[in-house]
């Protein structure tokens, strides 16, 4: 049998929810600073390790309720319509668009010295001594990558073509276009011609006709360009995270947002205008190759990620890796605004129809959702608590970029003055990457006056490499030590079509350096969002799926240690070796369909097989 579970890039939202010492609860509970231990990790012992606290006894139940309640939930998707006897295959619609998905600092550099970034927030970020020594990042640098800024993006192309694929989603790296800064370039309430030509003059024109190269070479494999703006990394010109993090450590989590911080990345609305500027000077320059743009992936994670790093408990470890509540809320509020003058800027400035469907451009959303849980879904204050996690981590950009309502106060509700049309609508798809499963164990008190509906505390991290010590995965974990939830994925699919935006799967995969588990954990995930776009509910098509990723790459924190590639990649030569999951994706990806053995081997299988 395939067992499900929730599978979660730990470098990319990491949640280490276990019991932390009473004197740290004590502190917490008390609204003071906790004392950092002596010798931070970024995977702290399980005993020290918590997202949400509170007395003894909510000590004991975080450690106690997650086996109790994983044992009643079955560990494999047997869908109701499942005949006895061999299945029928599950078509896709007409249409439907297979891609794969990979992001610039993730996979450019390898192959040399003169390939690398040196530019962005990310690359102090990962090469700083602090960091390093204090397990905040592996250790392991993007410069040993699988080179794609060399010539290896020939071969992931050829690749992706060969497994059937029909689109290529990429990361642009902005410090690579604007090394320095376009600040000099002043604006009015939109770019116009005279500004572009101005930053025409700033851009890096080696960078431009590099990914031109790509996005030609892509175009003419048969495979439709899709673009993201903003993969996490900015330039080093505006965020200096080694600056940020050490000035925000000398504040409390609900302190105010320091008005003297510079280079202050997504916390400085300056970033917000810079960033519009960007986004107009890619779409004038690539739109007649590109149609689908994204202007941000996953806004959340940098949010928490960056800006709700607990000492001793919570380590996203995103840079800046800061303990500041009210930095996170003010970050989400200034990713809604850059969404939506990119969106703006990208339909103005894309004046051609690359794909020929009809339509200038697409623009949309990219969202990391999660499938929240009770902890133990018999405790009132649990379940209580799964309907603010979901609002805090799933909703509050959605609500924001797509309905133009923003929690100023993040009190779980628009309440006057919270209603900002120019926000509102700056989606026409919206894109959902999903990994993983949250177990969710209420306080019964918010942890922050800056966030009054953070009263919970979410485990979505088991034992894996990086962390020995954690506590044993309850069922089948992913290479991060994350469960894997295959119905959690239709959950949270059908909660993302209620915004009745178009759906895209922009990001779906495993970290399984064995390929033993890839194979049926994507069969299973496919069948999936082959029942969704069968049942189109709210009258909501689901437009395509994109695989992460392609090849095996630079995880974040976690550097090179989970392989989520269908290609693995040798750092010496950068040559790629097909795994036996690139395969199995692409039988179902030209077939446009899931055969019946597949979804007999994998899917309809007896729990008891």
Known sequence: MYARSAV????????LTVAMSSQAVAQLSSGQRPIRPPEPTLFAHPRRRAYGWHRREIQMKIRSTAIATCTAITLLAVPS??????????????????????????TEMGGGDAY???????????????????????????????????????????????IGMKSWRMGIEWSRIFPKTTSTVKIGSTVSTTNLKALDKLASKTAVAKYRAILTAARKAGLNPFITLNHFTLPLWAHDPIQARDTLATRAPDDPVPASLTKAGWLATSTVTEFRKYAAYMAWKFGDLVDWWSPINEPMVMAVNGYANVPGALSGNFPPGAYCYRCAVKVSENLAAANAVAYDEVHSKDTKDADKDGKKSKVGVVQNMIHFVASDPTNAVDVAAVIHADKLFNRLSLDAMINGTVDHNANGQIDAGETDTKLANKADFLGVNYYFRGRVTGTGFPLSRAIPILDFAPRTAYAWALNPTGEPCPTLCSDFGSEIDTDGFGAVLREAATYGKPLLITENGMADSSDAHRPGYLVSHLAQVQQLAAEKPNGVSVLGYYE????????????????????SFNSSTLARTARGSAAVFGSIAKANAISGPLLDQYVNTSPSS
């Not at 979660?8 to 949640?15: L, V």
């Not at 080179?147 to 690749?159: C, H, L, P, R, V």
């Not at 992460?548 to 290609?567: H, I, Q, R, V």
């Open 8 to 15: 979660k890039r730990t470098c990319r939202f990491s949640f």
């Open 81 to 106: 319509s499942a005949a006895a006897g061999a299945s029928t295959t599950a078509h896709f619609p007409t249409g439907f668009t297979w891609g794969v998905a990979g992001a610039g600092f993730q």
């Open 116 to 162: 690398s970034d040196k530019n962005t927030d990310w690359w102090a970020w990962s090469h700083n001594a602090a960091n390093i020594a204090a397990h905040r990042v592996s250790g392991d640098q993007p410069e040993n990558g699988p080179g794609g800024w060399k010539t290896s993006f020939a071969a992931d192309i050829a690749n992706a073509k060969s």
């Open 548 to 567: 992460w990723s392609l090849t095996d790459n630079y995880e974040w924190s976690a550097g090179f240690l989970p392989k989520f590639g269908l290609y």
